[in-house]
């Protein structure tokens, strides 16, 4: 099969680019350093390739991540680097057969974990994005909690999001050093071997993570293709051209298929104007006939995956291109799946 074949909107990563990425972190950041983000592709044939290079453990930001991992048995060290409250997702991370460590940032949090039998967290501590996360000066408080409660705590994370979308390299090591001293100062109060931190923005600028929860770097996108990071943007949305106007042309590749909160897609030798659900208008600098195929390149990788059934492999995302491998997303949604088939 040709990539040119596929049924369209069809996500397609180059096994190249992708090979490479995934090569190239390995080397920077060998073994248990980096504890692959999944949220970032929701493949687990994509997170056996992570593990398939010496990275242990996986971050993951839901439950469903967690259970799917764990179905395609690689649930050998999973964290779940967000904070869970509804009992029964909970408890199927009990019952999954892997090794799961959950984030824990307040009383509730904890009382939560300890109520369904969750043996291991870290204290999740905000260093500066406000999204969840302790205040430092509370993290040995509950730590002390959940250790009282007979959870062991492994150590902290602590995210720097509101860092890694900084442009300037240097202003973005001065945030990382800043959320260093949050996370030095939160480890020692709560004690554990787990500092676990970091994206694919700020993967070499960490001093004292013993971990870095980079999930973007494999697939990557044009936000970050711009950042200059050794990286290369190895996804994109094969789409079929629908109509040819005077001025502009239409393919079947929208909102539905796209994560847009980090700004339009691109295509290659032309100007998007906008998305809408099911479209993108596009003026191109080259003459379109209906029906052929265009590559459209997401701005935010982590949500424009979670829109797509497959992820295809293939010698290049080019519709001239071999189909390798088709991967399902299989760790997409929220609702735990079906183990009993
Ligand atoms: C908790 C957490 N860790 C790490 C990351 C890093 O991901 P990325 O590789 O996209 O920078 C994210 C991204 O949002 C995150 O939410």
């Known amino acids: 099969v040709r990539v040119g074949d596929l049924p369209t909107p069809a996500l397609v ?3 190249g680019a992708l090979a490479a990425n995934l090569d190239t972190m390995a080397h920077a950041l060998p073994g248990a350093r980096l504890r692959p983000h999944v949220k970032a592709h ?5 997170a056996r390739e992570q593990i398939a290079r010496g990275h242990p453990g996986l971050t993951v930001a839901t439950p ?5 991992l764990a179905a395609a048995d690689l649930g050998t060290d999973l964290l779940v680097a967000n904070q869970v409250l509804d009992p029964v997702r909970l408890r199927a991370l009990t019952e999954c057969g892997a090794r799961v460590t959950v984030a824990v940032d307040s009383d509730a949090t904890v009382a939560a974990a300890v109520a369904v039998g969750i043996r291991e967290v870290l204290i999740d501590v905000s260093v500066g994005m406000p999204r969840c996360g302790c205040e430092p000066a509370d993290a040995a408080r509950i730590a002390d ?16 999001g509101h860092v890694v979308g900084v442009p300037d390299r240097a202003e973005r090591a001065a945030g990382v050093a800043a959320a260093t001293e949050i996370l030095l100062a939160a ?6 071997d787990v500092i676990s931190a970091g994206g694919t923005t700020t993967y070499d600028l960490h001093t004292v993570a013993t971990e870095i929860q980079a999930g973007s770097y494999a697939l990557m996108d044009t936000a970050y293709g711009a950042f200059g ?6 996804v994109g949305i094969v789409a079929t ?12 590749c929208g909102l539905k298929a796209l994560g847009m909160d980090h700004g339009d897609p691109t295509i290659d030798d032309a100007d998007v104007w906008f998305c809408s659900d099911e479209h993108v208008t596009f003026a191109s600098r080259h003459p379109l006939t209906v029906g052929d195929r265009v590559v459209v390149r997401p701005a935010h990788v982590d949500p424009t995956i979670a829109m797509h059934e497959h992820l295809h492999v293939a010698e290049a995302v080019h519709p001239d291109a071999d189909v ?18």
């Open 241 to 252: 051209v629908l109509h040819v106007g005077a001025r502009h042309a239409v393919a079947d």
């Open 42 to 46: 929701k493949c687990s044939e994509l």
């Open 145 to 160: 909690r959940a250790r009282a409660a007979g959870v062991a705590v492994r150590g902290i994370m602590g995210y720097e």
């Open 324 to 341: 390798l491998a088709s991967w399902p997303v299989d760790l997409r949604g929220w609702d735990p799946p079906d183990t009993r088939r």
């Open 13 to 15: 990563v180059d096994a």
């Open 64 to 68: 469903r991540e967690a259970l799917g």
């Open 187 to 192: 480890h020692a109060a709560v004690g554990g």
């Open 229 to 234: 990071l050794p990286f290369t943007v190895a």
